[in-house]
């Protein structure tokens, strides 16, 4: 059974850092890609950024590129989501998602990981 | 502003059919066939319904359906369901730098 679990919710300050994950099982974790998605509340979803675990090649959206970073560690089938600096902004939640290319959307979800960022 | 329109809002009644709308342009949903439709329940992750325009993942209802006509692709729910209200938002594939870009979503009300 596929599954993406994502690490749990985080309550942040203003200007702290943060690194969220995404642990894939029940396939390759580097045949597919893993993509990043923000809903802030009450909002829509967007589409923030994308990896292949299998050699690290790495998409943006011109959104976010600069605001976070998008990694992952074959090793233990985990991708990750860290922000430098946290903003008031960044308050949402976050889902990683599987994608079996770069394009053509996302086939199975992670449960997401809520971020609170406030003073 | 999403890249992508949809309506905010649709509704039917159990059993009728209803068509959510996806609007964009030639260089997302007209130019490509990577249009996919997903379902998100209220404090739920959001499900794949349809991908690739009309292809429907294994295990979901041959209920939903997807089209597409020049620039605007299409979900349709026919024998509509109380379990079918939910948020639904479509998806494409874009030649701008974006990649993939989301509609804005369209809450569904089953009356």
């Known amino acids: 059974e596929v599954q993406l679990v994502q690490s749990g919710a985080e309550v942040k300050k203003p200007g702290e850092s943060l690194k969220i994950s995404c642990k894939g099982s029940?396939?390759?974790?580097?045949?597919?890609?893993i993509g990043w998605v923000r809903q802030m509340p009450g909002k829509g979803l967007e589409w923030m950024g994308i990896i292949y675990p299998g050699d690290s090649d790495t998409r943006y959206s011109p959104s976010f590129q600069g605001q976070v970073t998008i990694s992952a560690d074959k090793s233990i089938s985990t991708a990750y989501l860290q922000w430098s600096s946290l903003k008031a902004s960044d308050t949402a939640m976050y889902y990683c998602a599987r994608a079996p290319g770069p394009t053509g959307g996302f086939d199975y979800w992670g449960q997401g990981t809520l971020v609170t960022v406030s003073s | 502003q999403s890249a992508l329109t949809q309506p905010a809002s649709v509704s039917g009644s159990p059993g009728q059919s209803i068509t959510i709308s996806c609007t964009g342009t030639s260089s997302d949903v007209g130019g490509y066939n990577y249009v996919s439709w997903y379902q998100q329940h209220p404090g739920k992750a959001p499900k794949l319904m349809i991908y690739?325009?009309?292809n429907r993942p294994s295990g979901v209802s041959n209920r939903f359906s997807g089209s597409k006509s020049g620039n605007t692709a299409s979900l349709t729910i026919s024998g509509l369901q109380a379990e079918d209200e939910a948020d639904y938002y479509c998806s494409s594939y874009t030649s701008s730098s974006t990649l993939e870009v989301f509609g804005g979503g369209t809450k569904l009300t089953v009356l």
């Open positions: 690739e325009v009309s």
């Open positions: 029940g396939y390759s974790f580097t045949s597919y890609w």
